[in-house]
């Protein structure tokens, strides 16, 4: 089974932001073109919100990336390792 082969891979690495982008772009064309039939258009919904939210998790945390630049008691930017799961303080 290839399928579940490639979701135990995704679920490891995770999907790329950009392949999650596209997929999201894919989606909201099928359900702007309204051909696909209403059980097929709440599945692919589902699907949507699913790529949405994993853009957005993926977007967030490069911007907490970004702000870990500080600057330091000389006045000079150093930069921080970053924590995904520290709270942004």
Known sequence: MPHVAQETAMAKTGPKF?????????IIAELES??????K????????IRSLELCRKVLD???KKIEILIKGEDDKLKA?????DA???
Request: cysteine-free.
């Open 18 to 26: 950009e392949d999650s982008l596209a997929e999201l772009e894919k």
């Open 34 to 39: 309204g051909t696909l039939p209403l059980d």
């Open 41 to 48: 258009m709440m599945e692919r919904y589902e699907q949507g």
């Open 61 to 63: 945390q490069a911007e």
């Open 80 to 84: 921080e390792p970053f924590d995904p």
């Open 87 to 89: 709270e942004a303080e």
